[in-house]
């Protein structure tokens, strides 16, 4: 008996070798379980809007006159390093999800479910009715102005500009459920909140 129970023992732990053998051979043909993404649709969409809005702060920035009252030219040259440092962050994110910079339909996840974006003369101001940005006819009209007038120009072109980016973040907050995209929304809504009032109290010194 002694024999033949430790011949049943051996058998049965080859077979569990055996087991073992074909599991650690097969795992490798299985489908490995998808990671999470690291942006959903809505933060990518969001982010990439956000890249090309900041952009546009940096490029009213550059077309201001430099010989506008310090004060003016300070505000600005703030107002350019907080869109940088927040660009690089946009930027480093579409890197890390695997996005392109710039998306296919501009403006999509701010849009209802179903809504289309309609060409003619809205959609003619830019072309993806971006709040707040500038036309090219304003960005040229910028460049050309001195003195008072571009100090006047750039004021209500950045306020506008903030506002605009305002309203996006907004809607990303009201989107989102909780992450990082959503925090940096958050402080864009509070620090871009602040800079449009303080471009309100020069542009009202101007009046």
Do not use: N
């Not at 994110?93 to 479910?113: E, F, I, Q, S, Y």
């Not at 072309?127 to 006819?137: L, R």
């Not at 620090?191 to 101007?206: K, Y």
């Amino acid at each position: 008996m002694s024999g033949r129970k430790g011949f049943r023992v051996a058998a049965l732990a080859c077979g569990a070798a055996l087991l073992l053998a074909m599991g650690a051979a097969l795992r490798p043909l299985l489908p490995a379980p998808a990671a999470p993404p690291v942006l959903t649709a809505t933060e990518i969409g969001f982010v990439q809007d956000m890249v090309t809005h900041h952009s546009q702060a940096l490029v009213l920035v550059q077309r201001l006159d430099r010989g506008v009252d310090p004060a003016v030219l300070v505000l600005a040259g703030q107002i350019a390093d907080t869109q940088r440092t927040e660009l690089g962050m946009l930027l480093g994110w579409l890197r890390l999800a695997g996005a392109p910079v710039a998306g296919t339909d501009p403006m999509a996840w701010m849009r209802p479910v179903g809504a289309h974006r309609h060409a003619g003369a809205d959609a003619a101001q830019h072309d993806s009715a971006m709040p707040g940005m500038a036309t090219t006819g304003e960005l040229d009209e910028l460049a050309a102005a001195t003195g008072t007038q571009a100090e006047v120009l750039f004021l209500r072109l950045m306020q506008r500009h903030h506002y605009g980016g305002i309203e996006m973040a907004a809607t990303a907050d009201a989107l989102l459920d909780g992450g990082e995209v959503e925090r940096a929304a958050r402080d864009m809504i509070t620090g871009q909140g602040r800079e449009a009032g303080l471009l309100g109290l020069l542009l009202d010194r101007r009046a």
